[in-house]
């Protein structure tokens, strides 16, 4: 076979960076593959066309549970991607732009970043229980400085947290049937990894073997709450409580890291809340910008292709559906539904020491 001389395609840098924004994300990947000079480009602009991407909803089928594509609902728009279609594997989340997915007939985990094509993949041979995909919340974490990373599964329907470190190859279990205690959410911030518990406790995750000792951060101005449907977030810098049932309840609480108390919020300014009913949750500053309504929240269940809009008051304002989706079969029993949110440029970082 001839070898293909790799040649520079001459062209402007800044119609480069034109043509670069427009592709989908596969065309992306190809892209940095044609010559040296669109490769720097590549490299150059990755960054800003994953921020300039986001959120976007994972996307499948029944009919078809193993392939998964990225809708825009903003864009009304779906990217595809080649790597999508995975027999055998289950869907357990998003986190830190990986689709983190489980193969328990192989005994393994694979985490895979769709934009920069990174595969990863982890043993469970060790765990007592595999992560149930239906109620399972997936935090994904790279260790600062390093290529070394945990992640952590939280199981809501045994109330289980087991944690993986990549640095000793070898899973624990931090949690199991609420004890110590109950884990509602997990999220990073300052490259710390904070839970919340069932009673809006406040914690940082600590890796050591001392969990029944743990200390929850002092807070003044704490509510009344027992709830398994608290969400923990960050938010400017803080951390966000959300307590989220459509049409029951929304109460939203900021965790002042200044002043360490809770302040309860009736305005989100000009932020957007998105929600899953297990999985990860966001929020977005600058939400108009997006193509999203500032002060809302949106909110898909999985069991369907629709995302709900709430209002602050939690009252249903509008709903979204695909103008165009996965081609499905009129004669199968197959229906679209959405997955889960996925934040391509959100990547969290721990501190390890901090964590110790």
Sequence with gaps: MKKREDKNIELPSDMLEIIYKKLDFDELFQFGGVCEDWRKVHKYQREKVMKSRAPLVIQTSSYAKKIYFFFSISQQKIYSTKLANFWRLSYLGFSSGSVIMENYHSDKI???NPFIRRK??????SLICYPIPSSCSVTLAFVKG????IIAFLCKRNFSLDIYDSRK?????YARYGRPFMIADLVVLDHTMFFITNTAKIGALKFNRNHGKEQFLELKNAPNITSSALRLLTYEGNLLVVNFRPRIFLQ????????????????????????????????LSNSEMWGYE?????????ECAKCFVYSMENELVKTFMPHSAVPVNSNSKSKLYWLDWCFPNVSDEIDYSIMQ
């Design 169 to 173: 190859s070898s899973w624990f279990t």
């Design 252 to 283: 939203v609480y900021k965790i002042d890291m200044i002043r360490m108390e809770w302040v309860k919020l009736e305005d989100l300014g000009d932020a957007a809340l998105f929600l899953t009913a297990q999985r990860k949750c966001y929020t």
């Design 294 to 302: 500032r002060n809302h929240v949106y909110y898909i269940n999985g």
């Design 146 to 149: 390093t290529l070394d990373f």
């Design 120 to 125: 990863i993949e982890i043993s469970t041979r």
């Design 110 to 112: 694979l985490i895979m």
